[in-house]
């Protein structure tokens, strides 16, 4: 069974400033020589802000689990293939000089040749 967990941005930065004053707080607690109360109101203030981000991202409903969608039905197989436009290579011009890739006469030809199918193929009109 897959969940995707879906966490806004600020959340992220919230638990970085709240990991990062925790490491200063406990660095100063240990080093220092405080008294129990300044350990007190250090532990305080880093629960308060672990508790407030906790009812904040509650509220706002930052953190959200879901299941993944449903993935999509397959297409009809019996629907008519979409038309596709293609061109052979001869079509092509050299990059720079304009100039196709065969030599003048077939290049001729088969530009007018394709230019007589297209009007057939539309009726007549350009």
């Known amino acids: 069974m ?3 967990v879906r966490i806004r941005r ?3 930065w919230w638990f970085y400033v709240g990991v990062f004053c925790g490491g200063i707080a406990l660095a100063n607690i240990f080093g220092r020589d405080l008294t129990p109360y300044q350990d007190r109101v250090l532990l305080l203030i880093g629960a308060l802000h672990w508790i407030l981000g906790g009812i904040v991202c ?3 409903q930052s953190v959200k689990l879901q299941h993944p969608d449903p993935p999509p039905a397959p ?3 019996n629907a008519a293939p979409s038309i596709t436009e293609w061109h052979s290579a001869s079509e092509f011009l050299l990059p720079g000089n304009r100039r196709s890739l065969l030599p003048p006469s077939v290049a001729l030809r088969r530009s007018r040749k394709s230019l007589q199918d297209s009007l057939r193929a539309s009726g007549g009109r350009p």
């Open 75 to 77: 297409k009809d197989t």
């Open 10 to 12: 600020w959340v992220i």
């Open 2 to 4: 897959q969940i995707n």
């Open 58 to 60: 509650w509220a706002f």
